[in-house]
Structure formats: structure tokens, C-alpha cells
Nanobody
Framework: LQVAESGGTLVQSGGSLRLSCVAS????????VDWFRQAPGKERERVSC???????RYENSVKGRFTISRDNAQNTIYLQMDDLKPEDTGVYYC?????????????????WGQGTQVTVSS
């Protein structure tokens, strides 16, 4: 399985973006997918997760502003980001793991994407 992100760009504060994570070489149906981000000089952090059972989870910093969804027919996970803030700036990665539920303890993901840059200007 491989995954690839797209949709990142420069946007003004308060704006919206939708990121996509498209899988190839296999079906995402039985995979839980996490979205991570990494800002310059900071550690990578998880922002959202959607389980293979379609249960979403959000970190407090994005709750109420980001929405994660999946379209198994399109083999794609989406991250809708609204009311963006400068602190949302970073490289966003998706990662897939063959699991039924979201967990903060996962480390051995089956696939990582190369990342897509999101820059939010103030």
C-alpha cells in the first residue's frame, strides 16, 4: 500500500483547505488513517484520525475546525480544514495502518505519504 497527500497551499488566516490522502496498491477499507503535521522546528504531531470503522478523532487544537472523512470507493481520506490559523502551518502527512481503531500508540504504520505543505498567513 502507498499513500500520497495533496491539496496543501498558501491560504489566509480564516480560510479553508481540503487535503486528500489517496491510496494505491491496495484498498484502504481495512485501514485506519492518521493525519499528522510538522511545523518548522517542532516535532510531528497527530491532528486527526479516522478508523476503518469510520470513527473520527481529533486533537483539541483542531477540534471544531477540522473534519476528517473517508471515501473507500475512491480509496481516499479527506481532511477538511476550516477557520485556519497561522499555527496550523506545517507539512501535513497521512499514514495508514491495518487496524480497526484509532490509537495514540501506533508507530509502525504500513504506509506514509511524502507530505503536503500548508501555509497560513496572518
Amino acid at each position: 500500500l502507498q499513500v500520497a497527500e495533496s491539496g496543501g497551499t498558501l491560504v489566509q488566516s480564516g480560510g479553508s483547505l481540503r487535503l486528500s490522502c489517496v491510496a494505491s496498491g491496495g484498498s484502504l477499507t481495512y485501514y485506519t488513517v492518521d493525519w499528522f503535521r510538522q511545523a518548522p522546528g517542532k516535532e510531528r504531531e497527530r491532528v486527526s484520525c479516522i478508523s476503518s470503522e469510520n470513527n473520527p478523532r481529533y486533537e483539541n487544537s483542531v477540534k471544531g475546525r477540522f473534519t476528517i472523512s473517508r471515501d473507500n470507493a475512491q480509496n481516499t481520506i479527506y481532511l477538511q480544514m476550516d477557520d485556519l490559523k497561522p499555527e496550523d502551518t506545517g507539512v501535513y502527512y497521512c499514514a495508514a495502518i491495518h487496524a480497526m481503531t484509532c490509537s495514540s500508540w501506533y508507530s509502525n504504520y504500513d504506509a506514509w505519504g511524502q507530505g503536503t505543505q500548508v501555509t497560513v498567513s496572518s
